[in-house]
């Protein structure tokens, strides 16, 4: 199994930064890309960015495309979210989620763990 911890949420105001990070341990061997997910209240999940462990590649939503930047530390074991320019519609739960295998890194359902999530709220 892998154990998932998110940290960097909070309270900014639009036109704010924050960095949210997600720390995997276990068999962090079997990770092939892990993604960031958001859940506002009565939503549905949905896909924020990925990226595959080994080599990096990236994979936005393109609400937050040239806002958000994705990074990986794997030596860390750890996935950042940068997020810029944020507005009262990025307000939202943040989970991080981690799949085996490729495939589609939009849909929640091809992930295999995740993690508790973490409140992000934009005041306006």
């Known amino acids: 199994q892998v154990q998932l911890v998110e940290s960097g949420g909070g309270l900014v105001q639009a036109g704010g930064s924050l960095r949210l990070s997600c720390a995997a341990s276990g068999r962090t061997a079997s990770m092939y890309a892990m993604g960031w997910f958001r859940q506002a209240p009565g939503k549905e999940r949905k896909f924020v960015a990925a990226i595959s462990w080994s080599g990096g590649s990236t994979y936005y939503a393109d609400s937050v495309k040239g806002r958000f930047t994705i990074s990986r530390d794997n030596a860390k074991n750890t996935v950042y979210l940068q997020m810029k320019s944020l507005q009262p519609e990025d307000t939202a739960v943040y989970y991080c989620?981690?799949?085996?295998?490729?495939?589609?890194?939009?849909?929640?359902?091809?992930?295999?763990?995740w993690g508790q999530g973490t409140q992000v709220t934009v005041s306006s």
């Open positions: 989620g981690t799949k085996r295998y490729s495939g589609t890194y939009s849909r929640p359902a091809e992930y295999d763990y």
